[in-house]
C-alpha cells in the first residue's frame, strides 16, 4: 500500500510518499485560540480570497440551441433563482472556513456533505476509520468516529435519508453504519475475500447497494439481509474503482482500471443487472471518478457525466440514449495521471445561466470549470492543500464546499457573501 499514490496503487514505487506526510502550513491564517492543541478541530479564517480576479468578468451568454447543458440567456426564471449573479460571482470563494485533521497521517480518498443538508459532512480516510463531522452549531467538530475495518477504507456512501452509511475497505467488507450513534449494524464479507474499492446506494431503492471489487466484479447486494441478490452481478476488464447512477436508478455506469466505461441497466423490480455498452476512454488509464447528472430544468435538458481518468484532462461526457452510450462533449485539462482524483456537478446548476464542475488535482488546487466557456473555462480555483486532491463535495446550498487530500487534511471553503 503506498500512501501516496492511492489506495489503489500497484506500482512498487512508493517514493514520493513522505512527501505527503507534510502537515499544511497555515501561517497565513488567523487560528481560533480554543483550537490551539486540539486535533482534528482548527478554525481557520482566510486574509484573502483565492479567487482568480481575471475571470471575474461578467460573461455573455449566446442563444444556446437545443440539448444545450445550461439554460438560454433569456431563461427569466431560471436566472431569478440564481440571483441574476455571474458564475465567477456564485463560486467566488472567501477562503477556509474550517480545517479538519484528525487523518493526517493518511490519505482521505473520499468525502461527502449529507443529503439536502447544509452542515453535515463525512470522510472515509486509509487509516481505517470514518469521521462524520458537524459544521453547526460553531465550532464545527468531529461527531462520530466509524471504527471497525481492519484496512484502509476505500469508499463510502450516504442513504437518502442519512441515517445510514455503507462502507467498503481494503479489508474485504461492506459495513453498514448507524449515522446517529457510530454503531455497526452489519459487516458484509466480500464472498470472494477481495478487496472491495467502490460502492454506491440504488437512488430509488436504498435497501439495495451496489459494491465494486479489485477481481473485477459488480455485485449488487441486499444491505437488509446481508447477501448478494440474484442476477445482480457482473464482470468488468479491470480492478471496478468507480460507480454512479443515473438520477431515476436505472442505468449504472462503472469505471475500472483498464481505462473502460461500462453501462448497465438496472431492473427496478429485481435489481438484475444487464451489460449494456463499453467506451474504452483510454487503454491502462484508471477510470478513478464518475458523476451522472440529468438537468432537468425550466430550458434545457441534457443528461451528462463527468469523467476523472489518469489522461490530464478532465472529461464531460453526453448520454446519448437510454442504454447509458457516451458521446465526449468537452474535455479540461487538469494534472491527473496516477492518483485517484474525483470531481463533482455543482448541485444548483439547473437554475444558473452556466454550468459548473469542479474537480480536485495533483498539483493541490481544486479547479472550477464553467463546461459551457469554449476559452478561459476556470472560474475559480483554491490553493490551500499540501498534497494532491483527492475529492471535492459541496453541501446542498453551495454555500460551503469540502476538500480532501493525500495527507489527511480536510479543508471546508465557505462561499463569499455578497
Not at 456564485?90 to 490519505?107: E, K, L, R
Not at 471497525?148 to 467488507?173: Q, R
Not at 453551495?398 to 480532501?404: D, F, I, P
Amino acid at each position: 500500500l503506498c500512501p501516496g499514490s492511492g489506495f489503489l496503487s500497484t506500482q512498487s514505487d512508493c517514493g514520493m510518499a513522505a512527501v505527503w506526510q507534510q502537515v499544511l502550513a497555515v501561517d497565513d491564517f488567523e487560528e481560533d485560540p480554543r483550537a490551539q492543541g486540539a486535533r482534528g478541530h482548527r478554525r481557520s479564517v482566510s486574509r484573502g480570497s483565492y479567487q482568480l480576479q481575471a475571470q471575474m468578468n461578467r460573461a455573455v451568454y449566446d442563444e444556446r440551441p437545443p440539448g444545450s447543458l445550461v439554460p438560454t440567456s433569456v431563461a427569466e426564471a431560471s436566472r431569478a433563482m440564481a440571483g441574476d449573479t455571474t458564475l465567477s460571482e456564485n463560486y467566488a470563494f472567501a477562503g477556509m472556513h474550517h480545517i479538519f485533521d484528525q487523518h493526517v497521517d493518511s490519505a482521505v480518498p473520499r468525502l461527502q456533505f449529507a443529503n439536502d443538508d447544509k452542515h453535515l459532512l463525512a470522510c472515509c480516510s486509509l487509516d481505517g476509520t470514518l469521521s462524520v463531522m458537524a459544521l453547526s452549531p460553531p465550532p464545527p467538530s468531529v461527531r462520530l468516529t466509524l471504527k471497525g475495518h481492519g484496512g484502509p477504507v476505500t469508499d463510502f456512501a450516504w442513504s437518502l435519508s442519512n441515517d445510514i452509511i455503507v462502507s467498503t475497505s481494503l479489508d474485504g467488507t461492506l459495513r453498514i453504519w448507524n449515522t446517529e450513534d457510530g454503531r455497526c449494524i452489519r459487516e458484509v464479507r466480500d464472498p470472494e475475500s477481495s478487496e472491495l474499492l467502490c460502492c454506491t446506494f440504488q437512488p430509488m431503492n436504498n435497501n439495495l447497494t451496489v459494491v465494486g471489487n479489485s477481481k473485477h466484479h459488480l455485485q449488487v447486494v441486499n444491505i437488509s439481509t446481508g447477501k448478494k441478490v440474484k442476477g445482480g452481478s457482473s464482470k468488468l476488464t479491470g480492478r471496478v474503482l468507480s460507480l454512479s447512477f443515473d438520477a431515476p436508478g436505472r442505468i449504472l455506469w462503472a469505471g475500472d482500471d483498464r481505462g473502460s466505461i461500462f453501462s448497465f441497466l438496472f431492473d427496478m423490480a429485481t435489481g438484475k443487472l444487464t451489460k449494456a455498452k463499453r467506451l474504452v476512454v483510454s487503454e491502462g488509464s484508471s477510470i478513478c471518478s464518475i458523476s451522472a447528472r440529468s438537468w432537468i430544468s425550466r430550458e434545457a435538458r441534457d443528461p451528462s457525466l463527468l469523467v476523472n481518468a489518469c489522461v490530464n484532462k478532465l472529461l464531460l461526457y453526453r448520454v446519448v440514449d437510454n442504454e447509458g452510450t457516451l458521446q465526449l462533449k468537452r474535455s479540461f485539462p487538469i494534472q491527473h495521471g496516477s492518483q485517484h482524483v474525483h470531481s463533482i456537478f455543482c448541485p444548483l446548476m439547473s437554475f444558473r445561466q452556466g454550468a459548473c464542475v469542479v474537480t480536485g488535482s495533483e498539483d493541490g488546487c481544486v479547479y472550477f470549470f464553467d463546461v459551457e466557456r469554449n476559452t478561459k473555462a476556470i472560474v475559480n480555483k483554491l490553493q490551500g492543500h499540501g498534497g494532491p486532491v483527492l475529492d471535492v463535495s459541496f453541501n446542498c446550498d453551495e454555500s460551503l464546499l469540502a476538500s480532501a487530500d493525500s495527507t489527511g487534511m480536510v479543508i471546508v471553503w465557505r462561499r463569499e457573501q455578497k
